[in-house]
Nanobody, 124 residues
Framework: QVQLVESGGGLVQAGGSLRLSCAASGRTFSGNYMGWFRRGSGLEREFVATIEGSGGNTVYADSVKGRFTISRDNAKSTVYLQMNSLKPEDTDVYYC?????????????????WGQGTQVTVSS
């Protein structure tokens, strides 16, 4: 059974940092883009960041560029999201996902495997 399990969420003051982790099991995703999304306010989950299978290519949403860093350790089947300079508007549920199609890497519909989410709350 394929599972993606996020951890590392919590409550932090504005300007602080958190590191999210996503552990995959049940199959290997070393050849897949792995992404982070947040629930957002729209019909589709909001793209945050994604990383190519080998880690050679990363893409970020403009709202987090320069503050968040995505990385992965394929030996541990784990993807990370280092979040620095957090703002209250970053408060949300964050989801890890594995890409399942060859469509846009920033679209939630491209990702076929999802974790249960982890809450991040940034106080002002």
């Amino acid at each position: 059974q394929v599972q993606l399990v996020e951890s590392g969420g919590g409550l932090v003051q504005a300007g602080g940092s958190l590191r999210l982790s996503c552990a995959a099991s049940g199959r290997t995703f070393s050849g897949n883009y792995m992404g982070w999304f947040r629930r957002g306010s729209g019909l589709e989950r909001e793209f945050v960041a994604t990383i190519e299978g080998s880690g050679g290519n990363t893409v970020y949403a403009d709202s987090v560029k320069g503050r968040f860093t995505i990385s992965r350790d394929n030996a541990k089947s784990t993807v990370y999201l280092q979040m620095n300079s957090l703002k209250p508007e970053d408060t949300d549920v964050y989801y890890c996902a594995a890409r399942a199609t060859t469509r846009s890497v920033t679209s939630a519909s491209t990702y076929g495997y999802w974790g249960q989410g982890t809450q991040v709350t940034v106080s002002s």
